[in-house]
């Protein structure tokens, strides 16, 4: 197990983290450097989807590129199912974590009304950097990673389809993450029920694909 995590550590987890660390500081900064910029100012209005799609694909090339490299170099199979479900946790956390603290950042340090100013798709203002957020981050890069995870599995048998599927996903999940804001903001009226169905469809989604991923790496054979 400790060479599984430590695998996923150095190639998945680590990667994840400083990426969307990095991404998160250049918004911020070139915010902060070049207020007056429109395109930057696009770029911090649409920042969650960032992380979003690298979730879905980092997770995408965990098994269309690194489990062969894992089993490979004798990473046993259940050793690694089990070290990726703890590196989906790990990236989730971090990267809701990341997000909170760049909203607290941006909203301290940037001039907000000034980068709104006569811009109408921040007349809502921006709506990830508030607290009700970060539980809409947390359940979607939870649940996203084992969708990418399966489909990567998919990809040798099904390429075309599973690519297909995978954009198809990424779409869904970038307009899904900004509904929810502006449901969480209050600007869109939505009842609970389809709140709570919306959550149990993606939950559901993850719990198939983690049963489906489970299934797919006990059977992979290193090529």
């Known amino acids: 197990m400790k060479q599984a995590l430590l695998f996923l550590w150095e190639r998945y987890v680590s990667v994840l983290l400083w990426?969307?660390?990095?991404?998160?500081?250049?918004?911020l900064g070139s915010n902060y450097l070049f207020p007056q910029t429109d395109l930057f100012a696009s770029y911090l209005m649409?920042?969650?989807?960032?992380?979003?799609?690298?979730?879905?694909i980092y997770s995408y090339t965990l098994t269309t590129l690194y489990r062969d490299l894992a089993l490979s170099f004798q990473c046993r199979r259940t050793d690694f199912f089990w070290g990726s479900q703890l590196a989906f946790l790990v990236t989730g956390l971090g990267c809701a974590g990341i997000m909170a603290v760049t909203g607290f950042a941006c909203e301290h340090l940037l001039d907000l009304p000034a980068l709104a100013?006569?811009?109408?798709?921040?007349e809502n203002?921006?709506?990830?950097?508030?607290?009700?957020a970060i539980p809409v981050f947390l359940v979607?890069?939870?649940c996203l990673q084992p969708m990418g995870a399966i489909l990567g599995s998919l990809y040798e048998k099904h390429k075309i389809i599973t690519t297909v599927i995978l954009v198809v996903i990424m779409i869904l999940a970038v307009a899904a993450t900004v509904a929810s804001l502006f449901?969480?903001?209050g600007t869109l009226s939505v009842?609970?029920?389809?709140?709570?169905?919306?959550?149990?469809?993606?939950g559901g989604a993850a719990l198939v694909s983690e049963?489906?991923?489970y299934r797919s790496n006990q059977k992979t054979v290193v090529r």
């Open 46 to 56: 649409v920042y969650p989807m960032f992380p979003m799609i690298l979730l879905l």
């Open 117 to 122: 100013d006569g811009k109408s798709i921040l």
């Open 140 to 142: 979607m890069g939870l």
């Open 125 to 132: 203002g921006i709506l990830w950097i508030k607290p009700e």
């Open 211 to 213: 049963m489906v991923y």
């Open 191 to 202: 009842s609970r029920t389809v709140i709570l169905g919306t959550c149990a469809a993606f």
């Open 183 to 185: 449901v969480a903001d």
């Open 19 to 27: 990426s969307n660390l990095t991404l998160g500081a250049l918004i």
